[in-house]
């Protein structure tokens, strides 16, 4: 399997966790509409946006850090396990921040992965390379 699509059922697999918690936790579409809500998930992509940018600077530590199962597994299982755990501790109040930075992340990780694949975007460990 192309890591990419490895990658994307990772991602898409802690995205049903997310998404299974919030049902759980019984917050609704609307929860995610409000002013603190948004701003959570506008944190979540411009940290998703700046974790790719880090790896793209540096292909060959993203590249050998991620084929590490650990860390591939531990990152997926933190936001699907953890994500959900760290919501139902804050309660009402700060579930809806949680859940929606995360899925604000994966959203701009979705959006990335459909550009990359697409052949819109250039693979990130492309950016940054120096032509001669």
Do not use: K
């Not at 609704?28 to 701003?39: D, H, I, K, Q």
């Not at 940290?47 to 590490?68: I, K, S």
């Amino acid at each position: 399997m192309n890591s990419w699509h490895r990658d994307a059922v990772l991602a898409a697999g802690a995205t049903v966790a997310l998404l299974v918690a919030t049902r759980l936790l019984g917050l609704t579409f609307w929860s995610f509409g409000t002013r603190p809500a948004l701003v959570a998930a506008a944190v979540g992509v411009a940290g998703a946006v700046a974790l790719e940018l880090v790896m793209a600077r540096n292909p060959g530590r993203a590249r050998r850090l991620w084929a590490d199962r650990r860390v591939r597994w531990g990152g997926t299982l933190l936001v699907a396990v953890g994500g959900p755990l760290a919501a139902a501790v804050g309660g009402r109040a700060l579930a809806p921040l949680v859940l929606a930075c995360l899925l604000g992340g994966l959203f701009a990780y979705f959006l990335l992965l459909t550009g990359v694949l697409s052949g819109v975007l250039a693979p990130p460990e492309t950016w940054f390379a120096r032509e001669e």
